[in-house]
């Protein structure tokens, strides 16, 4: 147990409206990431930190924000939600040279 | 362009049998290579690594093969539990530390007993 949490663990929201995802880790890892699981494409990194208030784009960003200002909080942001954003949310954080991850969210955009 | 492909949906196999899962990669800059198991409604699980300095890893019931010039690699299960159905996915990264993972599509394993 790498002592992460997500939250909320479901959400269900309407289109356009925004949601923001929180991952919460208690052991001051450096580096955290935020995955998307969808059928078909495995996991894809939307957008990942390699420290506080340092930020980078992954393979899935257009339409994420994120932000990180402190070490164990990262949050996600859809400023405004649409149905191609109906998924599973993980966040991961590194140890040494492996990651592990969350308990995920569901999200649901209707 | 999918740079880890598993091209195997789904496997069955016997309790007490071996299972081999398959995973193929395209990017030679991939040095890292880890595979996960996920559960139904849970995050997926680290199993087992390997670097590309090496062919095998292994780790219990748990090898992981790793052919750079075919840029393919496998997963051995042995012997399988029914306890050990789940996808797996496998990953790749660039480098170690700080990753930016690309993973497979994953291959759904039941283990009957």
């Known amino acids: 147990d790498a002592g992460i949490t997500q939250s909320p663990r479901h959400k269900v929201t309407e289109t356009g409206t925004p949601v923001t995802l929180r991952c919460h880790q208690t052991?001051?890892?450096?580096?955290m990431y935020w995955y998307r699981q969808d059928p078909g494409h495995g996991l894809r990194l939307i957008h990942y930190s390699y420290g506080v208030k340092d930020t980078d784009k992954g393979e899935v960003s257009d339409g994420y924000s994120v932000s990180r200002s402190k070490t164990e909080d990262f949050l996600l942001t859809l400023e405004s939600a649409t149905s191609s954003q109906t998924s599973v949310y993980f966040c991961a954080i590194s140890v040494t040279n492996e990651q592990f991850f969350g308990p995920g969210t569901r999200l649901t955009v209707l | 362009d999918q740079q880890v492909k598993q091209n195997s949906p789904s496997l069955s196999v016997q309790e007490g049998r071996i299972s081999i899962l398959n995973c193929d990669y395209t990017n030679s800059m991939f040095d890292y290579f880890l595979w996960y198991k996920k559960y139904p409604a849970e995050g997926p699980t680290f199993l087992i690594s390997?670097?590309?300095?090496?062919d095998k890893n292994e780790d219990g019931r748990f090898t992981v093969f790793l052919n750079k010039s075919a840029k393919h690699l496998s997963l051995h299960i042995v012997p399988s539990q029914p306890g050990d159905s789940a996808v797996y996915f496998c990953?790749?990264?660039?480098?170690?530390?700080?990753?930016?993972?690309?993973f497979g599509t994953g291959t759904r394993l039941l283990v009957s007993p």
């Open positions: 390997i670097s590309s300095i090496k």
């Open positions: 052991e001051n890892h450096r580096y």
């Open positions: 990953a790749a990264s660039e480098n170690t530390g700080f990753q930016k993972l690309v």
